[in-house]
């Protein structure tokens, strides 16, 4: 098939952007979406243009580094990563628009890649559960009920791409943010920093510029792991019963 | 029995030097070396720490772990990572499981068996005593991991699950569905996070290592450039510690990330670390075939998939009936039928190359014939679907997203690919390498694993390195430090600098025509024909001219756009590739001189009349620690001697 494609380019952080059309031929429909764009910036270098910098890594849906908006979808029109997105998707002579995620929190670098450093600084304020190596107890001694550990297994399968933020016409982090809050707070070994954790996270969630939810349910749609709106449920209820205790 | 290679061929290509004499593994019985070095290990003093520094390259299993561990017990430590943030690291896409000596089944495993089946799926090519250690520290591993609040998956009454891996018979293998690396991974960052927080940690993301800077004959720190801004910066510390991941890019496609690369290692070797055992590669048999030549990379589907699933071929060649309709009669289960004993399950080399036999024969399935059927109808039909669902759904999720067919009506189409490489930096018991003061970590160093790695052993070697073995090891070097200060202008740092900005500049000078995949996929041709699942002395010699004439092609006519000064991914790919070129030459180089085949490495003039693989232990039962040189290397051997586990040929018939 052959397609279209315009894109979001811009040199770096302190450049304009606009978007620049290109043309693909001979794109093959089992070729993933960043396959595509692969074979595109052969092109381009051959003809000494710039090619379009975009992240990824594992190109599995696993590592969360690629992620674009695509048509103005965030990772496009399937519920998946980027670089799990087949050119299947596509009919032949479609024109798609590519854009970096847009969000306050997330500056663009260059072209398609955007800085989201204030994710792991979101983790940083209390994403963990302190356990010095070598002290902890047989892991056994530690049983967890099936549902509980399968649940919190679910809300730990957050990539950290940001698709949620980028879907949220807010701009909000909260889906990323409650994720963590119900994986730890799913388990016995995180019910000690339960209250200190949430109130942390959500204080460096908002300092860092991401917008409050709004309970749009953007996100979720947009998540390509599944990480369900009921997460941000138990922050709010978290974030409640700690500020009651007076842990703010 | 056929071996009929001409002997020391390979010698054209290297000069022999002194062997390895001491790997300052302790002597004594074998349960107690890991505590007497320990005990006899250099502790440094709480308030001192501070006073210590430790550059740690690499935020995966390895590298993330050791960051935190350091960090917390207070040394001052600078970690470094060439993705946006250190969750990213390739470690994230392990699926299958860690192993770990629990005997929570109540099956016979133990330490010792731990130990035993990791000496012989190596096929003895592994050291007794760090194995032996790995399968020590196994226990903690799982013990830490949960204490971080990984959700491993778990039984009804709440305690941990385990499944079986291939080329055990005991089912020790923890997992979180198929997400394994990445739950592990994500322990790992948040202790790395919690100490950056804490400040006891830098963290530097979108900075790839480009030099290693030696001083008076010390690791003493780097060279890296800033991935945004194209600023080359100097690092300096009491100690080096590498944990950048395998080096299986050099196929071009693998199940690596797209950013795996060997430049941090292949710098240190030219700085004068050994490189060990660089011919050693593991090719998993279950990974998502090549679909078409825009192909980037290759998707790994599980190992544990063999747990429940056939793999078979028609036993016609040529066939071109859809699966479905070939009769059962018509189909062979040919592990099953090879090798009784273990069948799906046998060790992941001995799987691959059935698979290519079968291939070769006529009887692959899919595009180009290079596939064969892995089917869950049988599991399906026994187990339920909700229960192969729960299992393998998201394994299966992502075949029908990639291949666009669905798995649980059509089997599986499943074809090798490079995976891991158990090859890697030389180091010591105390993952020093041959450098003062540069330790080697995960799958960056060679240990462990011997010729071939079990699965679900990397994870474990990787937390085993970072959580305890480093922290202990590396504590004894500090303990003499700190080291004299040295700032940016002494001539080490200086020269290490602008042999890296010159580097730069020829590349984005050269200005030829063709672009630097061009040469990696080239390159990735000339190593998996030659240098892949199959070697043979023949195909190496060719590959190792091929190679020389590729390097001299890619050195005058390769293109590169743009300018160092900005985010600049070309730029960034042509200096791994570089150095993948000149890794390949070694390789096969490595590969050409061990005139056996053992684990992965499979050297077609040394089999059985069956077409196992046969061993030369009386000629080969060494490590192959290689100096660099600019004309050519220098072989160093470490003889290995095994006192516990008896020498023998495997078998898994
Ligand atoms: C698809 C897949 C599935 C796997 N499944 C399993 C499994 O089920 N069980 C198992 O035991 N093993 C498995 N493995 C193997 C295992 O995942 C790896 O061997 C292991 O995770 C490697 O960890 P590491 O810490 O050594 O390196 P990595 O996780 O690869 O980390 C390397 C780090 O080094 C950094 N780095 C690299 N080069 C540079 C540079 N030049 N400058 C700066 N930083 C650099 C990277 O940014 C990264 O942070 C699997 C591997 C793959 C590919
Ligand atoms: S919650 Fe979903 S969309 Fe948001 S970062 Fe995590 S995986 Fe990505
Ligand atoms: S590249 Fe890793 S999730 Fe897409």
Excluded at chain 1, 48 to 68: L, Y
Excluded at chain 1, 204 to 232: R, V, Y
Excluded at chain 2, 360 to 381: M, N, Q, R, T
Aim: aromatic share 8%; with cysteine; charged share 25%.
């Amino acid at each position: 098939m052959n397609i279209t494609v315009r894109v979001w380019r811009q040199k770096n952080a302190e450049s304009k952007g606009k978007m620049v059309t290109y043309g693909v031929e001979n794109v093959s429909e089992d070729m993933s979406f960043l396959e595509m764009l692969d074979v595109l910036n052969e092109q381009l270098t051959l003809t000494d243009d710039d090619p379009i910098a975009f992240d990824h890594d594992c190109r599995e849906g696993i590592c969360g580094a690629c992620g674009v908006v695509i048509n103005g979808q965030a990772h496009g029109p399937q519920v998946t990563t980027t670089c799990q997105l087949h050119m299947r998707s596509f009919e032949d002579g479609a024109v798609i628009d590519i854009e970096p995620w847009r969000a306050g929190a997330f500056p663009v670098i260059k072209d398609l890649v955007v800085d989201r450093g204030a994710f792991d600084r979101i983790i940083q304020a209390g994403g963990f559960i302190s356990a010095p190596t070598g002290s902890a107890v047989e892991a056994n001694n530690i049983p967890v009920p099936k549902d509980n550990a399968d649940h919190a297994f679910e809300s730990a399968a957050c990539i950290g791409c940001g698709a949620c933020v980028a879907a949220c016409p807010n701009g909000s982090g909260m889906l990323f943010t409650a994720a963590k809050i119900t994986h730890l707070g799913l388990l016995p070994q995180g019910q000690p920093e339960r209250d200190s954790r949430v109130v942390g996270m959500v204080e460096q969630h908002d300092h860092e510029g991401f917008g409050g939810c709004t309970n749009i349910g953007e996100c979720t749609a947009a998540c390509p792991k599944g990480i369900p709106l009921d997460t941000i449920s138990r922050l709010n209820r978290d974030l409640l019963g700690a500020l009651a205790k007076g842990k703010a | 029995m056929t071996t009929t290679t001409s002997p020391n061929v390979s010698e054209q290509f290297h000069a022999i030097g002194p062997d390895i004499a001491d790997t300052k593994a302790p002597a004594g019985p074998i349960e107690k070396r890991w505590d007497d070095r320990k005990f006899n290990a250099k502790l440094v003093n709480p308030a001192n720490r501070r006073k210590l520094s430790v550059i740690v390259v690499g935020t995966g299993l390895a590298g993330g772990a050791a960051a935190a561990t350091l960090g917390e017990a207070g040394y001052q430590v600078k970690s470094f990572c060439y993705q946006d943030s250190p969750r990213r690291a390739h470690s994230i896409a392990a699926q299958g499981g860690i192993n770990a000596a629990k005997n929570y089944r109540n099956d016979g495993d133990s330490i010792y068996r731990l130990f035993d089946d990791t000496v012989k799926g190596g096929d003895f090519r592994a050291r007794e005593s760090n194995v032996y250690r790995l399968a020590q520290v196994s226990v903690n591993i799982i013990d830490q991991c949960v204490a971080q609040g990984v959700p491993f998956a778990r039984e009804y009454g709440g305690l941990l699950d385990n499944r079986s891996f291939g080329g055990v018979q005991v089912s020790r293998t923890f997992y979180a569905r198929g997400q394994t690396g990445q739950q592990l991974l994500i322990g790992a960052y948040q202790a790395l996070e919690r100490q950056i927080g804490a400040g006891t940690v830098e963290m530097n993301t979108r900075h790839e290592m480009l030099e290693l800077i030696m001083v008076d004959n010390r690791a003493r720190g780097i060279v890296v450039r800033d991935m945004v801004t194209g600023e080359i910066e100097t690092h300096t510390a009491d100690a080096v510690v590498l944990a950048t991941g395998g080096y299986g890019n050099v196929f071009f496609l693998s199940t690596n990330a797209m950013g795996s690369n060997t430049t941090a290692t292949w710098r240190a070797h030219k700085k004068g670390a050994y490189f060990a055992n660089p011919c050693y590669t593991q090719i998993h048999p279950t990974c998502i075939p090549v679909s078409g030549d825009y192909q980037s990379k290759l998707t790994l589907m599980s190992e544990s998939l063999r747990n429940d699933g056939r793999i078979w071929v028609p036993k016609k060649a040529g066939d071109e009936r859809a699966a479905a309709d070939i009769p059962e009669d018509e189909r062979d289960y040919y592990l099953e039928r090879i090798y009784p004993a273990f069948g799906n399950l046998v060790p992941r080399d001995i799987a691959s190359r059935a698979a290519k036999y079968q291939c070769d024969d006529g009887k692959g399935v899919g595009p180009g014939g290079l596939g064969v059927y892995l089917d869950f109808a049988e599991a399906i039909e026994r187990l339920g679907l909700p229960a192969v669902k729960a299992k393998y759904g998201n394994l299966f999720d992502m075949y029908a997203q990639i291949t666009g067919e669905n798995p649980y009506e059509t089997p599986m189409r499943i074809y090798p690919a490079v995976h891991y490489t158990m090859g890697g930096l030389w180091v010591d018991y105390d993952l020093q390498s041959n450098l003062t003061g540069l330790f080697v970590a995960g799958e960056a160093n060679f240990s462990e694993h011997g010729a071939n790695r079990l699965g679900a052993s990397a994870l474990m070697q990787g937390l085993a390195d970072g959580y305890f073995v480093l922290p202990n090891t590396l504590a004894n070097y500090l303990a003499d430090g700190p080291y004299e200060k040295i700032d940016d202008s002494h001539e080490a740092v200086v020269e290490a600098r602008r042999a890296v900005e010159e580097r730069i500049a020829t590349f984005l000078s050269i200005n030829g025509t063709r672009t630097v995949d061009s040469f990696h996929k080239e390159l990735g041709h000339i190593m998996w024909e030659y240098c892949g699942m199959e070697r043979t002395e023949e195909g190496l010699i060719k590959a190792i001219g091929l190679i020389r004439d590729l390097k001299q092609a890619f050195w005058s006519d390769v293109k590169v756009t743009g300018v160092n000064e900005e985010l600049n991914q070309t730029l960034e790919r042509a200096g791994r590739v570089a150095d993948f070129i000149e890794l390949g030459e070694l390789m096969c180089i490595d590969a050409l001189n061990r005139r056996e085949s053992c684990g992965g490495h499979f050297r077609a003039e040394s089999q059985t009349e069956d077409g196992e693989a046969l061993r030369h232990d009386d000629e080969f039962a060494y490590v192959s620690a290689w100096e660099f040189g600019e004309e050519r290397p220098t072989l160093h051997k470490e003889p290995l001697e095994y006192e516990y586990v008896e020498m023998k040929s495997r078998s898994y018939k």
